[in-house]
């Protein structure tokens, strides 16, 4: 290993959103290549003209932006290396390591239907792979256009040392035939084109989920055919929802598209530490959680990253954003929260210092920013809800009546600059009542925020002033009648 260059790779492709997936890929991939001194090359694999969208590409390359991760080389991109596929496919005709398949897609239904009949694995069971110049001449004669496929060698167990896995083994009568590596259109597929890039960027190892395990059997053998060094091949465990499913867009929504976490609020920092968290832990002290990539980076090993699958937990993923926002000054917090806070609240109500305050009071409990404008917003509202069932049962008591009607009566007296003395005062109310706790202050949020729990109690008075504090008890006490 310290005798060649170290070359890593992601290479996403630009048919969707960027996957949750591929950013922890991304990370071990970017981990590796710090901690040994190599390159880090982005590959767009952008082939697939008909699901590709300029929308994806540039949310992956934001993705990527956003997070952090820096490349050394690229975004390389598929599509400007069509040139380069073709003549690898002619190469390997030429030498007869490939062939043209002039099967019809009808032709290929009816040899799965007959499989499946039988009981029998769907593969493709090899039948242009010997044809006569004759046999092809009259396949073109029909009209049939042809694909190329790769020679597999038969019955052969393609082996290797996975650096995550350890010893794999897997027999290409498994693989489901010879491979498609050309389309008759001339597009390359993933298989053989990840081969080329790979071998021809000198990548040193391919750190990819444990699903493209026997893409990997089948890719072997095309690096050989090729001439290509073999780079090491590393499978790290897929990502499960909580009921034990591979996490995908198409079956679990946002959850699994980097975008939800950049939209919603969640620190780039945090979303690192949890990925990287999920499959590995830092060597002599399994129970240090929280690290930055640059203290990861020295003690990365891809064999201690975990053979089982990771399992998405939001409530874990919101422990590491509520720990980084902590790590954050009032003035930073405020700002990543501006972009949430202004379509929705008129900020001018208040003075800045005010609103920092504001935000001072619930920044320990944020889960993440776009949660802030719905944990203050009763600040702005002077018609938020206040008759809802619970509300109502707490409202409605005759403690509750005399509480309000004592501290309305108490609003001249109040010093509403000094948090701590509104809070005296409402103390001194609880005492001439002969009341605390709930039967006290619940009365009190909810005719003044809308809701029984909240900020502290004196700095909520404060801010609100005066003003607020009376028409609010006066609309509070209406639902009393």
């Known amino acids: ?275 990287i968290h999920m499959s590995w832990t830092i060597p002599g002290n399994s129970e240090k959680e929280i690290f930055t990539i640059d203290e990861a980076a020295p003690l990365f090993e891809l064999s201690r990253i975990s053979k089982n699958p990771a399992v998405y937990d939001i409530d874990k993923l919101n422990w590491f954003n509520n720990h980084y926002i902590k790590e954050k000054s009032l003035e930073e917090v405020y700002k990543m929260s501006k972009k949430y806070l202004e379509p929705t609240l008129n900020l001018s109500m208040y003075s800045e210092e005010q609103i920092l305050k504001m935000v001072d009071a619930i920044k320990a409990g944020l889960n993440k920013l776009d949660e802030v404008p719905g944990l203050i917003k009763f600040f702005f509202d002077e018609n938020m809800p206040i008759d809802t069932d619970e509300n109502k049962a707490i409202l409605s008591t005759e403690n509750a009546k005399k509480v309000l009607e004592k501290l309305l009566a108490s609003l001249d007296k109040l010093d509403f600059s000094n948090p701590p003395a509104c809070k005296k005062t409402v103390d001194e109310i609880g005492k001439e009542l002969s009341l605390k706790g709930k039967d006290l202050y619940w009365p009190i949020r909810v005719a003044i925020s809308g809701s029984n729990k909240g900020p502290d109690l004196g700095l909520v008075i404060s801010l609100l002033g005066k003003e607020r504090i009376k028409s609010r008890i006066e609309r509070a006490l209406k639902v009393l009648v």
């Open 1 to 275: 290993m310290t005798n060649k260059e170290i070359r890593v790779r992601i290479a996403p492709s630009p048919t969707g959103s960027l996957h949750l997936g591929t950013v922890r890929t991304a990370l071990y991939n970017y981990l590796l290549a710090k901690k040994l001194g190599g390159k880090f090359i982005l590959r767009v694999e952008d082939t697939d003209v008909q699901r590709n969208k300029d929308e994806y590409t540039k949310g992956i390359l934001d993705g990527f932006k956003w997070l952090n991760i820096d490349f050394d080389e690229g975004p390389i991109y598929q599509s400007d290396r069509l040139d380069i596929y073709k003549k690898c496919a002619e190469k390997l005709l030429s030498e007869g390591k490939a062939y043209h398949c002039f099967c019809t897609t009808e032709e290929l239904d009816d040899l799965r239907k007959i499989q499946r009949a039988a009981k029998q694995p769907e593969k493709y069971d090899n039948r242009h792979r010997n044809l006569t110049e004759d046999q092809k001449k009259q396949f073109i004669e029909e009209g049939r256009k042809a694909i190329i496929r790769f020679k597999l060698p038969d019955n052969t167990d393609i082996k290797w040392n996975d650096e995550i896995r350890g010893p794999i083994s897997v027999n290409t009568s498994d693989l489901g035939g010879d491979p498609v590596i050309m389309r008759a259109d001339g597009i390359p597929l993933y298989n053989f084109a990840v081969v080329i890039d790979d071998g021809e960027m000198r990548m040193s190892h391919v750190i990819r989920g444990d699903d493209h395990l026997h893409n990997t059997a089948k890719q072997i053998p095309m690096f050989e055919a090729l001439g290509f060094t073999l780079p090491s091949f590393g499978h790290a465990p897929l990502i499960f929802s909580q009921d034990r499913e591979k996490l995908s867009k198409r079956k679990h929504g946002e959850i699994a598209n980097i975008a939800k976490y950049q939209n919603e609020g969640y620190l780039p920092e945090a979303l690192s530490n949890y990925l």
